[in-house]
């Protein structure tokens, strides 16, 4: 059986485990460190009908169309019944001038279409991942951790859940979730730890028509999509027993979809750039296989005004300096002439070298560092997050 197969069956519980598992493995070599759902073998016996209640009852209204209107903070939470989810922080702590260090925490959640009428709180109704990397520039350091359980749907779980309710999506100690201070990020990686916390400053920022985020030419293409911008952040990221606790800014993506990539898409670049006038600036390209724009989108709030929204055609993000990773020999663009409507400005990252190769758990190899925001002077005038992908291969959700 093909390796990466093999992975996937096992890590799915339909290779080599039985359906009554209860107890943690490490899982196959060269995997992440996984978990099975549930903390005990009597939890397999609860009530079948409580398990299939819950997956049925919070997948209820979880269509993505156009005129849906998000509400708080049921939108916060999970949506069991769409494709694909995730909740998505990235940041900075230092000063504008100095940033210390980068920070991107991503939980993803994805409906894996099998076991729907398997009542066992073992079925792996959905996959839950999460990635995490700190980005020391001081040291020139990249480091990332990634983790991935299958989860039944229920909510009562406790090893790991993505609550309906609320944002509280947790694998083991990883967790993220909001309350009423903002969101607390608590991750323990094997090489750094994250205690964070991001506290609103702004109004969330509904992407697209009303939250409603075209993703190709085609209606179906398209996500329910908003950022929390602007986030103070403090706390504490530990490397190496060192501790880092200055202050810093914070930016925040919730997106669910039940399709996103066109045929041709195989892949994308996007930049979340929170400019030190406390505007916020969104930016995406969705690339052919020849480099050519499928779709671009966006968005531009100043300060204390209302977001506009960029329409098909009014972005243009041109490559520059490339970097080619030594691991997957995957190059890279890490410097971008970006043409909007608010302006034309320069993306560039901080450090070249932020690749994640996530293939022990979403399969996905891509690029996500911090940048710099310049303006059409040179100006550094904002810090925050580029990610491209499908320059190792073709991206697949």
Known sequence: MNPARRRWLWQLGLAGLGAGAAQATNGPPGSARSSQEGSTAGSAKDSASDTVNDTVNNTINDTVRRGRTLAFPRDHGAHLGTRTEWWYATGWLGTPAAPELGFQVTYFRSRTGLAQDNPSRFAPRQLLFA??????????????????????????????????????????????????????????????????????????????????????????????????????????????????????????????????????????????????????????????????????????????????????????????????????????????????????????SLMDAQELDSRASTGTIYWEGLSELLDSQGRRVGLGYLEMTGYAAPLKL
Do not use: C
């Open 131 to 348: 990635h995490a990397a700190v980005t020391a520039l001081a040291g020139q350091r990249h480091l990332h951790d990634e983790r991935i359980v299958r989860w039944s749907g229920a909510q009562d779980s406790r090893s790991a859940r993505a609550s309906t309710a609320d944002t509280d999506v947790h694998i083991g100690p990883w967790r993220l979730h909001r309350n009423t201070a903002g969101w607390q990020v608590a991750v323990a990686a094997r090489d750094f730890t994250l205690a964070l916390q991001l506290a609103p400053t702004q109004p969330l920022l509904l992407q697209g028509d009303a939250g409603f985020s075209r993703k190709g030419p085609q209606q179906a293409q398209a996500s329910h999509y908003y950022s929390a911008t602007q986030l103070q952040t403090s706390g504490r990221v530990t490397l190496a027993g060192a501790a880092v606790t200055s202050p810093g800014r914070a930016w925040l993506d919730h997106e669910w979809s039940q399709e996103i990539l066109h045929p041709e898409a195989v892949g994308w670049d996007w930049v979340g750039m929170n400019l030190f006038d406390g505007s916020a600036l969104t930016a995406f390209v969705l690339r052919r296989r020849d480099g050519s724009a499928l779709w671009t989108g966006g968005s531009f709030r100043a300060a204390g005004a209302a977001s506009s929204s960029f329409t098909p055609g009014q972005v243009g993000m041109t490559p520059g300096r490339r970097w080619r990773s030594p691991a997957t020999n995957a190059s890279y663009p890490v410097q971008w002439q970006l043409d909007t409507p608010a302006g034309r400005f320069t993306v560039q």
